[in-house]
């Protein structure tokens, strides 16, 4: 209830939440949300307070620290993404200048979805989003777990029209 009540679906324009949200949406990749949301402290000590750049110069050693991290989802193949997605993170960000600007750029006139209009598992944007960060190189980031990053960071406000938080 605190994740829904002072974070889920506001809207985020900095790069550092951006990436902590890229992160453990990919981690939660085939796992359930409230999985991830308990092991966040361990994903902020393991991944250096998301702090991308270490993150990208993560090495083999790191990838085995973490292999043994039992405060985080200790999937190889999860772990070795969430490398290399920073790496790309940064190439994105070099390229729009921000990770912001990249994500707004498939947005409708550049701003969040608002209005709501239903529960969906993904939409165009999402579609695209994901589609364009697979082509980059990006795992573990298809369009359901893209929307669900979306709706993390307010880019769409999924609240119900009954709900106190919208």
Known sequence: ???????????????????????????????????????????????????????????????????HDEGIIRNRLKISSAIRNAQLFIDIQKEFGSFDKYLY????NGKPITEYTGAHVSTAESD??????????????????CYAFMQATGMVNDHVPECSFR
């Open 1 to 67: 209830m605190e994740y829904h009540d002072k974070e889920w679906g506001k809207t985020v324009h900095d790069d550092d939440t951006f990436f902590e949200f890229l992160t453990l949406e990919a981690a939660q990749a085939g796992l359930s949300w409230i999985t991830i949301l308990r092991r966040r402290d361990g994903y902020r000590k393991a991944f250096a307070n998301f702090d991308v750049k270490k993150v990208a110069r993560f090495d083999e050693a790191d990838k085995v620290r973490l292999l």
């Open 105 to 108: 750029s498939f947005m409708p």
């Open 128 to 145: 695209a989003i994901a589609k364009d960060m697979k082509k980059r190189g990006f795992k573990f980031f298809g369009t359901t777990i």
